[in-house]
T-cell receptor, first 112, second 114 residues
């Protein structure tokens, strides 16, 4: 079974770059790594997704090493509004054994 | 606007009662999911459906039931067999059941026991 591991919490200050790593030792060969952001009492929302190497969009970057057993979400110049829980999601297995597993989430607190 | 609607936002259940949480989507997605969220536990999958009239158990299906009679609807029933139902319940949908197809979430239903 896929097991995803993330730090429980991280602290940062406004303007800093934040990197959150997720370990996923059993990711399916053809599957992607997806990251979500969740604010209190809301559903998670999609941030970024990648298969290998580096992906960048307007809000974040995602770094994936060649072995794909981990990934790092990078948030450049965070602000107070980036305080949230961040989840990684990967799939493992194949066919009827395919399964999607969320990490337990990382609570990022951005301080002024 | 396309999206997922969960209702009600807050729900209270008496001991021994079944309650049904509503989830509707107008995104034309085939796959739908129900998750349970407890403090410090992240998202745990209860049931998922890849297509109409089909659904599979997730990691914590005991005490819950679902139906998928229409593409846009995936209601979750919390039965009296679920001994600890107090939690935040999230419904999601995606184009298909693959990790590379992002899930779209509703804003959840918070269930409490009276």
């Amino acid at each position: 079974l896929a097991k995803t591991t993330q730090p429980i919490s991280m602290d940062s200050y406004e303007g800093q770059e934040v990197n959150i790593t997720c370990s996923h030792n059993n990711i399916a060969t053809n599957d992607y790594i997806t990251w979500y952001q969740q604010f209190p009492s809301q559903g998670p929302r999609f941030i970024i997704q990648g298969y290998k190497t580096k992906v960048t969009n307007e809000v974040a970057s995602l770094f994936i090493p060649a072995d794909r057993k981990s990934s790092t979400l990078s948030l450049p110049r965070v602000s107070l509004s980036d305080t949230a829980v961040y989840y990684c999601l990967v799939g493992d297995g194949a066919g009827s054994n395919y399964k999607l597993t969320f990490g337990k989430g990382t609570l990022l607190t951005v301080n002024p | 606007d396309g999206g997922i609607t969960q209702s009600p936002k807050y729900l209270f259940r008496k001991e021994g009662q079944n309650v049904t949480l509503s989830c509707e989507q107008n995104l034309n997605h085939d796959a739908m999911y129900w998750y349970r969220q407890d403090p410090g536990q992240g998202l745990r999958l209860i049931y998922y459906s890849q297509i109409v009239n089909d659904f599979q158990k997730g990691d914590i299906a005991e005490g819950y039931s679902v139906s998928r009679e229409k593409k846009e609807s995936f209601p979750l029933t919390v039965t009296s067999a679920q001994k600890n139902p107090t939690a935040f319940y999230l419904c999601a949908s995606s184009i298909g059941f693959q990790g590379w197809q992002p899930q779209h979430f509703g804003d959840g239903t918070r269930l409490s026991i009276l």
